[in-house]
């Protein structure tokens, strides 16, 4: 099915391993995003990307990491999971910014015990 | 960094309407959005405003004041499928999309 995809759907680990959260859009997008969503926070953005080979960081990007070799592809990656890091995390993208609305992906819940 | 408030909690009775507001201070402005999120589930969206005024769709309408900061989403004729959370959004000078915490909407029958 074409729109945008997101797995795993519920993930759990351990502190200290390192974590993939995939997100996968069939629209050709430019721009691709990484939310979390805790209680009282609401949508808090982490990382975001423009165009293939082309990251930023968001209001709260430490201990991820993301890349985007395929302008179809934006894997966000917890390098050493903390308890801080449970959450969900919602992949989202865009054909541009400033006036476009975003497609938001399910969401992954992950828990880090 | 950028600072949207509205508010956490509002109950209604179905076939009502309610009102819920969104202020906004940010490093600039190219447009406000509401999403709608049902529990367990993604936002989606559901109007988008640029211009000062009322935008209206269908039993939904939203208004923004660029000057003042401020917007409101009107839900009328409330069903019970509306209880979910609304999410105040808005793009700043940063192009990034800011989100308020949301405020959870409960439809009583």
């Known amino acids: 099915d074409a729109g945008i995809t997101q797995s795993p759907r519920y993930k759990i680990t351990e502190t200290g391993r390192q974590v993939t959260l995939m997100c996968h859009q069939t629209?050709?997008?430019?721009?691709m995003f990484w939310y979390r969503q805790d209680l009282g926070h609401g949508l808090r953005l982490i990382y975001y990307s423009a165009a293939a080979d082309i990251t930023d960081k968001g209001e709260v990007p430490d201990g991820y990491v993301v890349s985007r070799s395929k302008t179809e592809n934006f894997p966000l990656t917890l390098e050493s999971a903390t308890r801080s890091q449970t959450s969900v995390y919602f992949c989202?993208?865009?054909?541009?910014?400033?006036?476009?609305?975003?497609?938001f992906g399910s969401g992954t819940q992950l828990s880090v015990l | 960094g950028q600072n949207i408030d509205q508010p956490t909690e509002m109950t209604a009775t179905e076939g009502a309407i309610v009102q819920i507001n969104c202020t906004y201070q940010?490093?600039?402005?190219?447009?406000l959005f509401w999403y709608q999120q049902h529990a367990g589930e993604a936002p989606t969206f559901l109007s988008y405003?640029?211009?000062?005024g009322l935008e209206e769709k269908g039993r939904f309408s939203s208004f923004l004041s660029r000057s003042k900061g401020y917007s409101y989403l009107l839900l009328k004729e409330l069903q019970m499928k509306d209880s979910a959370s609304y999410l105040c959004?808005?793009?700043?000078?940063?192009?990034?999309?800011?989100f308020g915490a949301g405020t959870t909407v409960t439809v009583r029958a």
């Open positions: 940010t490093s600039g402005f190219n447009g």
């Open positions: 405003n640029v211009l000062d």
């Open positions: 629209w050709s997008h430019s721009y």
């Open positions: 959004a808005v793009w700043a000078n940063d192009y990034k999309l800011s």
């Open positions: 989202a993208s865009s054909e541009s910014v400033g006036s476009e609305k975003l497609f």
